[in-house]
């Protein structure tokens, strides 16, 4: 517990688990996640064939010997070492506070997903308005959000949201947000109905429509999640995310940063390639 | 069968930021309490939807009932926020010129206005504001500072209000939407959606928008509330915004805002929208859009800024165009409290006080020797094994969450635990941990997911068990 690691990664998403898998430890390291597991937001939807590589990942991953893990625990902030190492990161856990102390530290923390509110949509705040990770943790507790559903995104994690809501015994129906070259995307403009959803307003090519729904999955993209990095003095970019050089260095010697985190539009593809290009960097230390 | 009766001394229907503040303060006497609250949970009206601004009412019509009490509020608060260990900021407010014409108004208009309400304004020059409040508009040519106002947990004071009136006695009924009043010489018998029956010596109308329904079921017909709806928008960009800035008010509204919030980012608006629906709490794209024009001309940075919630909230407005505060014309055991518009929770302190003493003397009520104003604090200690996170955008703990469900007044809805532990504000508005707290309420409490709602009635986020299909065509 009073160790110092030689590696922190905050995240236990796509990405650290494509390094580790790549790269091993490095040194002692410490894998810090909020979740109780690991496999990131995305994990609940797995496996689906939409997805292969991140199922492949997080179906045949193991935990490489000389890596702990820190799970249900919750970095809330970081503090970089002015000189020399270590940094420290603040994590909570179920017995309190504790300062993990590491030489690096590797940002893997992913991004939250953007919801109707990010994107000012107007109308009431009934319940049913939702983003995929509520959908997927509430169905993985047994429990349905909706019988007809609006899924709204063009992702493949919009499309294995809907397919795993339709197997779930809810109606679902996918309106892509943004041209992808077969069909015109939509803008979601309003929400409407109280206290449950009732209609979905889309705006297509000027055109306005209305698709009736109990629930609406808002599906469009995600942000980083860099909250936790307030005060740390690491660089982010007007969206948020973390900027890093093409070997993942941040502006803060020894902190890296990989994933979503850095690029919040990115595919979960590039989030596994990334964590095995970082490993490839480091495959003779870091 | 015969419905249930239930005797009180003072019940108070209305469990918004005025109906706790009343029901503690009543709490102080030697008499029986409670309060009457249609949702199914307090705090659902207009009390959650506002600016969260402690206002020192420098800019109240001198002479009416509500300049009056805003002032004995200014004395009151800073009991009331220690006692209840209320989040608070005194950030000050600073009332912007953008031209000449409008430092003239605030000179021939605000300042004089302000002065007979009690407050003392100074005035800031340009470059006074820009080194404080560097992102305000280029064209700020003066200003005002009115030094007392500031910034509260408006859902903290008005949950501290009712718990510590119940841990000092006083009954809150939930879901208790009231269908009846008849008004006697002696007391009124209030009939309720559920079946109870209330028999109280005297009763209070705190029912904010719904006040004047209330009214009319005791037969008074003698004022109106329409609603007046205000729109926001919630940032979170830094916007280096550490006091609240306001324009120079039009004649209907102190105009858009940008008001620090006390548990971490920048709220912009209100708007100020004469409506006709009670219930219709939507924001609108003309709304928003209001909004950001209205800041552009305060903040330029904050028409831009990217947001992470908007909400509407409607204020109640009488026909009076004062508050309305005392013996209904049905009866001396009716009280009316009505009208409150959208000083209610600035007023709180002072209109709970005021309106106590109008009952104690009605009743002739006796101090309690035992009464404690006091909270506890909140986590004081960590408890063991519940310091793990369950909020991911706020960082709000196991141990936090089941406080709040431990409490004497727990939450009754999601809403309700957000209010009271600020799960659920941050970033993903509770798409990470609310599936969390339905299962952490359902084991605490006891709730049935399926019947947990958000706020009202009907909006719980489980529509049903899980229907497993017969044949699935993925493996889980």
């Known amino acids: 517990m009073t160790d110092i690691y030689d590696l922190a990664i905050v995240g236990a998403g796509l990405s650290a688990l494509s390094f580790l898998r790549a790269r091993g430890p490095v040194g002692l390291t410490a894998v810090i996640d909020y979740q109780d597991r690991a496999g990131g937001f995305l994990r609940p939807a797995l496996p689906d064939p939409a997805l292969p590589d991140a199922s492949e990942l997080v179906a045949s991953f193991q935990l490489p010997a000389g890596v702990e893990t820190l799970f249900a625990s919750t970095a809330v902030g970081l503090l970089p070492s002015a000189g020399t190492p270590p940094h420290t990161v603040l994590v909570r856990d179920r017995a309190g506070t504790r300062h993990v102390r590491a030489a690096r530290v590797l940002i893997a923390s992913g991004g939250l997903e953007i919801t109707r509110e990010h994107d000012q949509i107007p109308g009431p705040r009934p319940a049913g308005v939702v983003t995929p990770i509520f959908v997927h943790q509430l169905l993985d507790r047994g429990w349905l959000p909706g019988s007809r559903a609006v899924v709204y995104g063009s992702s493949r994690y919009a499309a294995a949201t809907k397919e795993r809501l339709a197997t779930a015994g809810t109606e679902a129906t996918l309106v892509p947000s943004e041209e992808d070259g077969s069909s015109g995307g939509a803008d979601v403009v309003e929400v409407r109905g109280f206290p449950r959803v009732q209609e979905v307003v889309l705006r297509r090519d000027g055109a306005e429509s209305m698709l009736p729904a109990d629930l609406l999955v808002y599906a469009r993209g995600m942000v980083a999640n860099t909250l936790w990095l307030k005060g740390s003095g690491v660089e982010l970019d007007d969206r948020g995310a973390v900027v890093m050089d093409e070997r993942y260095q941040t502006n803060i010697p020894r902190v890296h940063a990989i994933g979503t985190v850095v690029a919040p539009d990115l595919d979960h593809s590039r989030s596994i390639a990334m964590g095995e290009d970082l490993a490839r960097l480091w495959e003779a230390g870091p | 069968m015969r419905a249930r009766t239930v005797q009180v001394d003072a019940l108070v229907i209305g469990g918004g930021v005025v109906g706790c503040a009343v029901l503690r303060e009543l709490s102080r006497f030697q008499a029986t309490v409670a309060l009457l609250e249609r949702q199914p949970d307090i705090c659902d009206v207009t009390s959650k939807a506002n600016s969260a601004i402690v206002h020192t009412g420098f800019d109240a019509p001198p002479g009416s009932v509500e300049a009056g009490l805003l002032a004995r509020a200014r004395d009151l608060w800073p009991g009331v926020i220690e006692e209840l260990r209320i989040p608070y900021l005194q950030t000050g407010a600073v009332m912007v010129a953008a031209g000449r014409q409008e430092m003239e108004a605030i000179r021939q208009e605000i300042v004089p206005k302000a002065e007979r309400n009690g407050v003392t304004l100074s005035e800031l020059t340009a470059d006074e504001i820009m080194e404080n409040l560097p992102a305000v508009t280029p064209e700020v040519v003066g200003g005002v500072l009115v030094e007392g106002e500031g910034v509260i947990d408006p859902f903290w004071t008005t949950r501290a209000y009712a718990e510590n009136a119940v841990r000092n006695g006083a009954q809150v009924y939930l879901e208790h939407g009231v269908t009846g009043i008849s008004v006697h010489a002696d007391g009124v018998t209030v009939e309720t959606a559920p079946g109870t029956i209330f028999q109280a010596r005297i009763v209070v109308n705190a029912a904010g928008l719904w006040s004047d329904e209330v009214a009319r079921l005791a037969g008074d017909n003698s004022f109106r509330i329409t609603p007046r709806k205000g729109q926001f928008i919630i940032t979170e960009d830094d916007l280096g915004i550490g006091q609240i800035v306001l324009p120079v008010p039009s004649k209907i509204s102190k105009g858009i805002l940008v008001t620090p919030i006390v548990f971490g980012g920048t709220m912009l608006g209100p708007t100020a929208e004469e409506v006709t629906d009670k219930t219709d709490l939507s924001t609108t794209a003309e709304g928003l859009r209001r909004i950001r024009q209205g800041v552009a001309k305060l903040v330029p940075d904050a028409a831009g800024a990217s947001t992470i919630r908007q909400f509407a909230g409607l204020r109640a407005v009488s026909s009076t165009g004062d508050y309305i505060v005392g013996p209904s014309p049905t009866g001396r055991r009716l009280i009316t409290v ?122 719980s986020p489980v529509v049903s068990p899980v229907r497993a299909p017969a044949s699935s065509g993925r493996e889980r």
């Open chain 2, 338 to 459: 009505a009208g409150i518009r959208s000083t209610g929770l600035s007023v709180s302190p002072a209109l709970g006080r005021h309106v106590a003493e109008l009952v104690r003397d009605e009743l002739n009520l006796a101090a309690r020797g035992d009464f404690d104003p006091t909270l506890p604090e909140l986590l004081a200690e960590a408890r063991e094994d519940e310091g793990d996170v369950i909020c991911l955008c706020r960082a709000i703990t196991r141990g936090e969450i089941l406080e709040a469900l431990r409490s004497p007044l727990p939450p009754a809805t999601l809403d309700g635990l957000k209010r009271r532990t600020g799960a659920m504000l941050g970033d993903c508005q509770g798409n990470i941990c609310m599936p969390r707290l339905i299962e952490l309420l359902r084991r605490e409490l006891g709730r049935d997911p399926l019947t947990l709602p958000k706020n009202v009635r009907g909006s």
